[in-house]
């Protein structure tokens, strides 16, 4: 059964998290991306639940969370240190981390940055972020894909969601991605519930605010930026890479090379799904995610 706690952080934030499984299981903490919230893992919780402890928290700016309103407050190396503030809090030394979207890049940021913590990553639909910067430089394909993420940028462009109502922009977010007639109508509401609450859209899209990728307009030739080209940290912990391939904002090319910045790589490709493939297709997922966690190699894995 899952259970919620109000988990205040040394970090300064405060975080409402989902957690399931048994206390004394091995520890996982899962990351969800924009724009959802712990509920990004309704699907694989209860596929999982048996076997390991499952922390979900909603990250900071996000759902039942507290929403700072600085864009500063949304930097990857801020929101990694609420990952171990959040297992300091619940007394966890040494866990695996996944991630989806932008709970994948904080994912990577914390492997990459070499904390022994964390013992293994899976990452779902998330770029490794050499790959992606350069990915929208040199893919005409990438760089077309990305540029919603400038819009998110722009000031005043939550105030434009509101005008164009919640259940438009449920619309815009979902329908390029999945049948919108396989979220439940409850879903829908709960995701609609979360984003107009005061603040929380402006929030959310404060975390493209933050960023530091460069995503160019079409047709206009920029450098590769010098943290790209230079040397950059390995992952050296067991890392699965799980991939929906009908995404269409994270192109499978995604994928190329991530074997020359990641030691211990494992890649399970799930076809029949695209971006959200937590919940649009749990079982493979969950399937994949079972194995790894458990020190056993994915049996679906392809080069």
Known sequence: M??????ELSTGVTLNVAIAGPADAPPVILLHGFPESHRTWRGLAPLLEDRFRLVMPDQRGFAGSDRPKEVEAYRASVIVEDVFALADALGIE????VGHDWGGAVAWAAAIDGNPRVE????????HPVIFQKSLIESAEQRAASQYMNAFKTP?????IEAMGYEAFFEKSFSAHVDLALIPEAEKQQYIAEWSQPGAMEAMLNWYRASQLIVPPPLITVPVPEWVLAAFPKVRIPTLVIWGMRDPALLPLQLDGMDRLVEDLTIVRVPEAGHFVPWEAPDPVADALGHFLAGQAAATARP
């Open 156 to 160: 005043g462009f939550a105030k434009a």
């Open 2 to 7: 899952t259970q919620f706690r109000r988990v």
């Open 94 to 97: 040494s866990f695996a981390l």
């Open 120 to 127: 293994r990553l899976a990452i779902v639909n998330s770029p």
